[in-house]
């Protein structure tokens, strides 16, 4: 079964900043978590648990758009504006939500941040 | 047959997981850790066994395998800390020498995931994910309930077993009895769930009456309590008639129409031979009562021979050491074979009148029982669509649709009905 791990943070806790700038650059007591995050994916490769993972840009970069009666409308920005931002996930294959949630506790930025953890609809 | 090594890792893990999970936690020293390295066990073999063959202990070669996985990541991580090498955190016994622990390890397991510190809930949801293997999902489907609600209940007994400090030991001769009730009751609740009709698809109901057989003959074999024989005793009557119990269209069938030639004549003889001993023991609990009875209808070669007074005279003790609605309402309704229809409507009416099982198909099912024997067919039909309107069950459905119709057709000729079966 697969499971969507999505990491959720305050930017102004782990970058001391709610925008991209030049230079974005973690905060000292953030800086082992971010540090940790690339090789926990090694981890879950080599333990085959691994399926996909991406980090997300910063939600200004971000545009949000819908389609009503064949009309695009965008806006720029989020979908939600949370002090909480998604940040990242990271997909999994786990026996079931139990072990799911123990991969899921053992995300680095989980120590900052939150992680949801939702089962993917209809598992290949 | 040949198997391909996926099978054969596919059957290990079935059969052997939960044995190497039970002694991953004593060594290991935390259920999460230990589920990590026994994944990370069946990951090796997957990628060893079709290169290096097939070891003849699965068991030992997963649990050295899963210590050595854990050892090295200790030293690891050790060395990344720039501490120095000491004793790691982990049993460094040898395989060989745990090898007489594997049914103690179990043993420690069932306690502790059973143990009274623990909510009711929290013991089942345990015990059928960590000793019996069941996912989260298969656990929530099984209790009508959410994956989440049960992840949850599992992450926080975890954490309440971590922060109590409840040990992982199997308790003091003292102390068996009442943490063995716990057990029990826990092992008897996921029978049920496999007999059930409601049981999920995806878990096959033999498995779970297998798992609960399983952990019974551990239990026995290890505490030799009365009340464990009862309830091994019990399960393998009820499993003795699991071929009688639906017929080849999937329909139930009533234990009064089964037909006796299929009961498994081993079970019952292995369930015989528990209670004997159990009683022996003259400690009787509500278990070895309820195995009792279900021994009498196993030695009855129809319901018209059964020991209907010997039945009745179980019922009366268990309503002394186990009262409950339930309890009375079986009782009634053996009133009703013993004393027949008459006397049985009035004990049912009783107990409906209490009103607690008003909402209970099986007390509706069972007065329409009596009423259609007493040939009062109308008040028959309402108390049958009254059980019907109740039941959620298929199979009951069908049987109590059945019962209509019968009235139906018997209304429809203008005869009475019969009072005897």
């Given amino acids: 079964m697969r499971y969507a791990c999505l990491v959720y943070f305050d930017p102004e806790k782990v970058f001391n900043q709610r925008q991209t700038s030049a230079g974005l650059r973690p905060r000292p007591e953030a800086e082992q978590a971010v540090r940790d995050s690339e090789p926990y994916n090694e981890e879950l490769r080599a333990s085959g648990h691994f399926v996909a993972a991406a980090a997300l840009q910063m939600p200004d970069q971000a545009m949000t758009l819908s389609v009503r009666d064949g009309k695009t409308s965008t806006t720029d920005g989020p979908f939600m504006e949370t ?4 940040a990242g996930f990271i997909i999994i294959e786990a026996r079931d939500l139990n072990e799911a949630a123990r991969i899921g506790a053992g995300i680095p930025l989980a120590k900052l941040g939150f992680v949801e953890v939702r089962p993917l609809l209809n598992p290949p | 047959v040949t198997h391909s090594h996926a099978e054969i890792i596919d059957a290990t893990y079935r059969n052997e997981a939960r044995r190497v999970l039970a002694t991953l936690i004593r060594l ?7 589920e990590e390295f026994l994944h990370e066990a069946f990951v090796a073999a997957a990628e060893q066994w079709p290169r290096d063959g097939v070891p003849d202990n699965r068991y030992a070669w997963l649990v050295s395998t899963a210590r050595f996985k854990a050892v090295s990541r200790w030293r690891r991580q ?7 090498l000491d004793e790691p955190p982990v049993d460094a016994s040898m395989p060989g020498a745990m090898l007489p622990t594997i049914q103690d390890d179990e043993l420690r397991l069932i ?13 089942i949801a345990l015990t059928l994910r960590e000793v019996c293997g069941l996912t989260t999902e298969e656990i929530a489907r099984a209790y009508l309930t959410t994956a989440p609600t049960i992840a949850q209940r599992i992450v926080r007994a975890k954490a309440q077993i971590r922060a109590d400090g409840i040990p992982y030991e199997v308790p003091e001769r003292a102390e068996l009895p009442g943490r063995l009730e716990s057990v029990l009751l826990v092992v008897y609740l996921i029978f049920n769930e496999g007999y059930s009709e409601t049981t999920c698809r995806s ?43 639906v017929d080849t269209a999937g329909e139930l069938v009533l234990l009064e129409n089964q037909d006796r030639a299929l009961w498994d004549r081993g079970r019952v003889a292995e ?36 020991d209907w007074a010997q039945i009745v005279g179980l019922y009366d003790v268990l309503c002394l050491v186990d009262p409950s609605p339930v309890v009375a309402l079986n009782r009634a309704a053996a009133l009703g074979m013993r004393d027949g229809p008459e006397a049985g409507l009035n004990a049912i009416a009783n ?19 009596m009423l259609r ?43 009475s009905v019969s009072n005897d079966e």
Avoid: N
Wanted: net charge neutral.
């Fill in chain 2, 271 to 306: 369930a015989q031979i528990l209670i004997e001993r159990a009683l022996g023991a003259r400690r009787v609990g509500p278990y070895l009562l309820q195995a009792a009875i279900a021994a009498v209808h196993a030695e009855a070669g129809s319901t018209h021979d059964t």
């Fill in chain 2, 373 to 415: 024997r007493l040939g009062r067919v109308r008040e028959a039909r309402a108390a049958y669509e009254r059980a019907l309107e109740l039941t959620r069950q298929r199979a009951e459905q069908r049987f109590l649709k059945w019962r209509l119709d019968q009235l139906t057709a018997l209304q429809s000729q203008g005869t």
């Fill in chain 2, 78 to 84: 050790a060395r990344l800390a720039g501490l120095c």
């Fill in chain 2, 351 to 369: 107990i409906l009148d209490g009103g607690s099982l008003d909402d209970y198909h099986l007390a509706h099912a069972a007065r329409a029982d």
């Fill in chain 2, 28 to 34: 290991l020293g935390s259920f999460d850790v230990a």
């Fill in chain 2, 203 to 245: 878990v096959t109901r033999d498995d779970l009456c297998t798992q609960a057989i399983r952990l019974g003959r551990i239990l026995v074999d290890l505490t030799d309590d009365p009340e464990a024989m009862g309830l091994l005793g019990l399960m393998l009557l009820h499993e003795s008639r699991r071929s009688a119990r």
């Fill in chain 1, 83 to 86: 002090k909480e931002m998604l």
């Fill in chain 2, 111 to 123: 306690f502790i995931c059973c143990h009274p510190d623990l909510t009711q809930d929290a013991r």
